[in-house]
């Protein structure tokens, strides 16, 4: 099964923990558990529901973030995207290394949307 997994990236090259403020994201393609392709793209400019049908577009099947809004979710969702929320920061090869042996721990969703919370996850 062939899959194409997003992870949102910081200048570092280390997930981003803001998903909708990530500058990159990291594409990792996969063909059955094998990573045959890494390409690292410039994230388009944040627009409140553009990311699930960017990616979409660009046939991601997986996302592994750090956290996001419950809106992101449901339109992720909506373009049949699967999302795993509660990753580390590590760098994207690790993630889908640990991923793809079962051995990646999601700790929930680190984005809460608290009252004082300053992110917009859309």
């Known amino acids: ?14 997930l981003e923990a803001h998903f909708g403020h990530a500058p990159f994201f990291s594409f990792i393609y996969v063909e059955g558990q094998e990573v045959v392709k890494t390409e690292r793209v410039v ?18 099947t997986d996302v592994i973030a750090a956290g ?24 994207p ?12 721990h999601f700790d929930g969703n680190a984005c809460t949307q608290k009252p004082d919370h300053v992110c917009d996850h859309h």
Not at 43 to 60: D, N, R, S, Y
Not at 93 to 104: I, K
């Open 93 to 104: 090869e690790v993630l889908v290394a640990r991923f793809l042996e079962h051995d990646l």
């Open 68 to 91: 996001m809004g419950n809106k992101a979710l449901v339109l992720f969702r909506d373009a049949q995207i699967n999302v795993f929320t509660g990753a580390a920061a590590e760098k």
């Open 43 to 60: 994230a388009p400019e944040h627009k409140p529901g553009l990311l699930p049908q960017w990616m979409k577009e660009h046939h991601v």
């Open 1 to 14: 099964m062939q899959k194409k997994i997003a992870i949102p990236t910081n200048e570092g090259g280390v």
